[in-house]
C-alpha cells in the first residue's frame, strides 16, 4: 500500500498547548523544568549573560529543592496535576469532534518538558495533517505564554518541507462559551456547598497568574485581558463591582508587578476582619502548582494569619464539561472553511476506529493521550 501523502487524506489537527511541568516531584525533574522554562528569553527578558549567571548561580541550585517539596504535596497517583487535568481536556475534546468532525484529530503538547511541541507535531505530520488549528491553555494572551509557545511551533515547522495550512487562536479571554463555563463551575460550587453572603462582606477573589509591570508598559495586553475576564465574570455572576477583587499572583524578584498582589490582598482582607473569600483561579484552566499549592494552601495561611474568616478554594475548570464544550465551539470558529467530513471512505474508516479509542478510554477512566 502506497503511503504518500499525496495519495492519503488530507486531515486537521488541534495542538492543545499547555506550559508545562516537571516528570516527577524530584529535585532534579524540577531542575530541568526551570532550567528549560526560565532560559526562555519570552519568559525572562534581562541580558542573556546576567540572567544566566543568576540563574545557574541562584535560582536552580536553591528553588529546585524547594519547588519539589512543593509538587509533592500537591501530586496526583496519576501524576502531575496539570499534566492530568490537560490530558483529559485534549481527550474529552478529541471525543466532541470525533461525533461531529471525524477527520479532525486532536493532541496535547507542553511548550517545556513533555509531550513537547516537536514530538506532537510529528505525529500530526504522519497523519497527513494538512491543516493546523492551534489552541493554547492561556485564555489571556500574553508574549510570555502565548507567545512563545507560537514561537516554538514555528521553529518546528520552519525545518518542514511541506508546511500545514496553519491558524491560531491568539486567545478568548471574553469568549462568552469560556465566562459561561467559568460561571457554571463557580455556581455548581455554591450550590454545593453554598453561596457567600456578600450582604455580610463576603468577597470572590479572581487570582490571576502576575506579570513584570514592565511587560504591560511596553504593550502586552495580558493585564487588560484579565481584568475584562474579571470584569465579565462578575457580572456573570451577579456581582457588584464592590464584592470581588481582581489580584495577580506569583510574583517573583524585586521588579514591580502587576498589582494588586494576591498575597498582599489577601492580607489585607485578614487584617480588616472579612468573614469569609472564595478564591478562584480563571487564567487556569487547569489545577497545577500554583493553584493547588500557592493559592489553596498559602492563600489560606496568610487570610487567616492576618484575622480572615472562611477561606475555600475553588478548582479550576479541569475537565468539566462546560469547559470541553467552550474549547470545541472556540476551535469551531477558527475552522470555518476547513473541511468537516473525512476525504474518502477509508479516513471514515479511520476515524470511526479513533471515535471507539477514545469512547473506551473514557469508560475506562483512561486520561491517557
Known amino acids: 500500500m502506497n503511503t504518500s501523502p499525496h495519495l492519503r487524506s488530507a486531515r486537521t489537527g488541534i495542538l492543545v498547548i499547555n506550559l508545562g511541568t516537571p516528570e516527577a516531584p524530584t529535585r532534579s525533574a524540577v531542575r530541568t523544568y526551570l ?37 509533592a504535596s500537591i501530586w496526583m497517583q496519576e501524576g502531575s496535576p496539570l499534566l492530568v487535568y490537560s490530558k483529559a481536556q485534549a481527550l474529552g475534546l478529541q471525543a466532541r469532534f470525533s461525533t461531529s468532525n471525524p477527520s479532525v484529530i486532536v493532541d496535547l503538547a507542553m511548550r ?6 516537536a ?12 491543516r493546523l488549528l492551534l489552541l493554547p491553555l492561556y485564555p489571556q494572551y500574553s508574549a510570555t505564554t502565548s507567545a512563545s ?23 478568548y479571554h471574553d469568549s462568552p462559551a469560556y465566562i459561561d463555563a467559568l460561571r457554571q463551575k463557580i455556581e455548581e460550587y455554591w450550590t454545593q456547598n453554598g453561596r457567600p453572603d456578600f450582604a455580610k462582606g463576603a468577597k470572590l477573589v479572581m487570582s490571576f497568574h502576575g506579570l513584570p509591570k514592565r511587560n504591560l508598559m511596553q504593550g502586552d495586553p495580558y493585564h487588560c485581558e484579565c481584568l475584562k475576564t474579571g470584569r465579565l465574570l462578575g457580572e456573570a455572576l451577579g456581582l457588584e463591582p464592590n464584592q470581588y477583587h481582581v489580584t495577580f499572583q506569583s ?31 480563571p487564567g487556569f484552566p487547569a489545577d497545577c502548582l500554583e493553584t493547588l499549592e500557592e493559592i ?15 477561606y475555600r478554594y475553588i478548582p479550576c475548570l479541569n475537565d468539566d464539561p462546560a469547559f470541553i464544550s467552550a474549547l470545541e465551539q472556540i476551535a469551531q470558529a477558527h475552522m470555518q472553511g476547513w473541511p468537516s467530513v473525512p476525504d474518502s471512505a477509508a479516513d471514515l474508516a479511520v476515524r470511526e476506529c479513533r471515535a471507539q479509542e477514545v469512547s473506551a478510554k473514557i469508560a475506562a477512566g483512561d486520561q491517557a493521550s
Open 112 to 117: 517545556y518538558g513533555k509531550p513537547s511541541i
Open 296 to 310: 489553596a494552601m498559602e492563600g489560606q495561611e496568610i487570610f487567616h494569619e492576618y484575622g480572615g474568616g472562611d
Open 149 to 171: 509557545s507560537f514561537d516554538e511551533v514555528f521553529d518546528v515547522l520552519k525545518r518542514w518541507r511541506n508546511q500545514p495550512e496553519l491558524r491560531l487562536v491568539k486567545h
Open 251 to 281: 510574583r517573583f524578584g524585586r521588579a514591580e508587578w502587576l498589582k494588586p498582589y494576591t498575597a498582599l490582598t489577601l492580607e489585607g482582607l485578614g487584617k480588616d476582619s472579612c468573614p469569609h473569600i472564595d478564591i478562584v483561579c
Open 35 to 71: 532550567k528549560q522554562f526560565l532560559s526562555d528569553p519570552r519568559v525572562v527578558e534581562i541580558p542573556r549573560l546576567v540572567w544566566w549567571l543568576i540563574l545557574h548561580g541562584i535560582i536552580l541550585p536553591i528553588r529546585s529543592g524547594a519547588s519539589a517539596k512543593k509538587y
Open 119 to 130: 514530538e506532537v507535531l510529528e505525529r500530526f505530520r504522519q497523519e497527513n495533517v494538512e
